[in-house]
Antibody
């Protein structure tokens, strides 16, 4: 079965960077795009961008350009999202999601990133 | 960027009742690009409907989606106890945006 397993919770200080991983199984990793999204406490969903798992091409949402980097390692079927220059407003649950067409059919379980001094 | 507005913000209903959730887009969205998700506390969103009206794998037929252009609807024909949750619509035209969500709560 398809599974997306994310790395564990992180606590970071303002100005630091965080890197979240999303390990996949149960299907051919390079057949799909991956998107990263986040959800601040009690808030809605915010899209961060995507990576083409085959080519490695990326497209970042304007709000995150210059601060986010999405990569992947096809040898271990894992996607990564790194967010730099963290501020308190970056405290959120970060999700990876598989993108078959224009929607997201499988999601990781989420990774809580807390930014606090 | 396309803005999605969901209404109502909260829907208070009893099990067995019908729920009708609205999602309005700031500009026309092809039906192919509109999806609905359910989210329960502490869980990731779950895909319910894609292409405005196609049910995702394993989704019960009490969930249905309809609409076109700027107005889309998610209908739950008879609410089951496990259906009380927050529901989001999502579009993907160039960039991805979500509506603010509708909370379906027990009356």
């Amino acid at each position: 079965q398809v599974r997306l397993m994310q790395s564990g919770a992180e606590v970071k200080k303002p100005g630091a960077s965080v890197k979240v991983s999303c390990k996949t199984s149960g299907y051919t990793f390079t057949d799909y795009y991956f998107h990263w999204l986040r959800q601040a406490p009690g808030q809605g969903l915010e899209w961060m961008g995507w990576i083409n798992a085959n080519s490695g091409a990326t497209n970042y949402a304007q709000n995150f350009q210059g601060r986010v980097t999405m990569t992947r390692d096809t040898s271990i079927s894992t996607a990564y999202m790194e967010l730099s220059r963290l501020i308190s407003d970056d405290t959120a649950v970060y999700y990876c999601a598989r993108n078959p067409e224009w929607h997201f059919d499988y999601w990781g379980q989420g990774t809580l990133v807390t930014v606090s001094s | 960027e396309i803005v999605l507005t969901q209404s109502p913000g909260t829907l208070s209903l009893s099990p067995g009742e019908r729920a009708t959730l609205s999602c309005r887009a700031s500009q026309s969205v092809s039906s192919s690009y509109l999806a609905w998700y359910q989210q329960k506390p502490g869980q990731a969103p779950r895909l319910l409907i894609y292409g405005a009206s196609s049910r995702a794998t394993g989704i019960p037929d009490r969930f249905s989606g309809s609409g076109s252009g700027t107005d889309f609807t998610l209908t739950i024909s008879r609410l089951e106890p496990e259906d009380f949750a927050v529901y989001y619509c999502q579009q993907y035209v160039g960039s991805v945006t979500f509506g603010g969500g509708t909370k379906v709560e027990i009356k």
